[in-house]
């Protein structure tokens, strides 16, 4: 069965320093998220991104964030300058190709950001 | 605002009994409602999701779930639970406006716990 995939799965690093988190989507989905999850809180929405470009994105997502699919099958969300708050769990999500209305969205498994 | 909200922390079930998780939420319009999953140091599994016609969705794992949309629920229901059921249950909540990017509002989670 088809599957998102996540790379790293735990990454950590200084605050200040730059981390991309990559993800290769479901081959034939069209759209993409990033969602992340802080230790004990819910899941949030970061940015949707289709037809090469992000469609929403959260407050979130400031401009120390960026999203890229540099390639036609992986995934990117690169933080430009991470600060301790940025540590959590970040999911990397696709869905379907006919259009938006019935498709759920399938998750991978989450890079684990460590900012000290 | 779109709002999702599972009052519930934590679910005590005894094996073999049936069990309910509950989820409230607020959205303009006519939703699109989803569960997921989480498992220890995984991702969300997608469970089933309500997206029209009759109320009462069947997914994954036995599981199933209820639209009511005079009380804006839509609870997560087994009518007999597993041990293997212990997880941890998001539910979600999408809006159908038009320009919708299929951004997901996830509620905070239940802790699920089946005892044997």
């Known amino acids: 069965e088809p599957e998102v995939t996540q790379t790293p799965s735990h990454q950590v690093t200084q605050m200040g320093q730059e981390v991309i988190l990559r993800c290769v989507p479901i081959s034939n989905h069209l759209y993409f998220y990033w969602y992340r999850q802080i230790l004990g809180q819910k899941v949030e929405f970061l940015v949707s991104?289709?037809?090469?470009?992000?469609?929403?994105k959260s407050e979130i997502f400031d401009d120390q964030f960026s999203v890229e699919r540099p390639d036609g099958s992986n995934f990117t969300l690169k933080i430009r300058s991470t600060k301790l708050e940025d540590s959590a769990m970040y999911f990397c999500a696709s869905s379907g190709g006919t259009g938006l209305i019935n498709n759920e969205q399938f998750f991978g498994p989450g890079t684990r950001l460590t900012v000290l | 605002a779109q709002s999702v909200a599972q009052p519930e922390d934590q679910v005590n079930v005894a094996e073999g009994n049936p069990l309910t998780v509950k989820c409230t939420y607020s959205?303009?319009?006519?939703?699109?409602l989803f569960w997921y999953v989480q498992y220890p140091n995984r991702g969300l599994q997608f469970l089933l999701k309500y997206i029209t016609g009759d109320n009462l969705v069947k997914g994954s794992y036995g599981f199933e779930a209820e639209f009511n949309k005079s009380q804006t629920s839509f609870h997560l229901k087994k009518p007999s639970a597993l041990v293997s059921d212990s997880a941890l249950y998001f539910c979600a909540v999408r809006g159908r406006s038009s320009g919708n990017t299929g951004k997901l509002i996830f509620g905070q989670g239940t802790t699920l716990q089946v005892k044997p």
């Open positions: 991104f289709y037809n090469n470009e992000i469609s929403e």
């Open positions: 959205v303009s319009g006519n939703p699109y």
